[in-house]
Antibody
């Protein structure tokens, strides 16, 4: 059974870079059938799609974050990562990774539990 | 960006009740609509994709319908494990966007 697990610091200082890793187990991140996604949910707010990456490294980012986001994939370790630069308190959220699937219809069929990141000095 | 709204924002129901949740898109999205369930403290789970296709392993009491801008998630007979928050999400165009969620709790 596919499992995704987020890891990274729970506290990041303002203006610094938030870095998270998602480790995939029970399946290969190198499959051409899937994308790998990051989503976040600020406290008291809705879910926000951050972006996707394919196994080959093709990326799609939310324009609202595009200037600050980098998503990368490490096929040798079956992981993918999120870097979000110049963070502010508004970036405080639960960050989740997920697998994106589907050919004509895109959906996220497996999610990690999520990890809370607080931006504070 | 396509804005997604849901109604109601919360509802109280009893085991065995039939429950319906509505999701509306700010522009037409054909049937590019997914539904997710999130139990407290757990990761979201995909219930339905392409507006009406049940994800493998999801009980048949869940069903989805609609196209264009208006969509519905129906639970035909609410079970104790169904008390959770439900989100819709459009995959018609990026950035993919989610509804604010509907919390279903016990009456």
């Amino acid at each position: 059974q596919l499992q995704l697990q987020e890891s990274g610091p729970g506290l990041v200082k303002p203006s610094e870079t938030l870095s998270l890793t998602c480790t995939v187990s029970g399946g290969s991140i190198s499959s051409s059938s899937y994308y790998w996604a990051w989503i976040r949910q600020p406290p008291g707010k809705g879910l926000e799609w951050i972006g996707n990456i394919s196994y080959s490294g093709s990326t799609y980012y939310n324009p609202s974050l595009k200037s600050r986001v980098t998503i990368s994939v490490d096929t040798s370790n079956n992981q993918f990562s999120l870097n979000l630069s110049s963070v502010t308190a508004a970036d405080t959220a639960v960050y989740s990774c997920a697998r994106g699937a589907g050919i004509d219809y895109y959906y996220m069929d497996a999610w990690g539990q999520g990890t809370t990141v607080t931006v504070s000095s | 960006d396509i804005q997604m709204t849901q109604s109601p924002s919360s509802l109280s129901a009893s085991v065995g009740d039939r429950v319906s949740i509505t999701c509306r898109a700010s522009q037409t999205i054909s049937t590019y609509l997914n539904w997710y369930q999130q139990r407290a403290g757990k990761a979201p789970e995909l219930l339905i994709y392409a507006a009406s296709t049940l994800q493998s392993g999801v009980p048949s009491r869940f069903s989805g319908g609609g196209s264009g801008t208006d969509f519905t998630l129906t639970i035909s007979s609410l079970q104790p494990e169904d008390f959770a928050t439900y989100f819709c999400q459009q995959s018609f165009s990026t950035p993919f966007t989610f509804g604010p969620g509907t919390k279903v709790d016990i009456k």
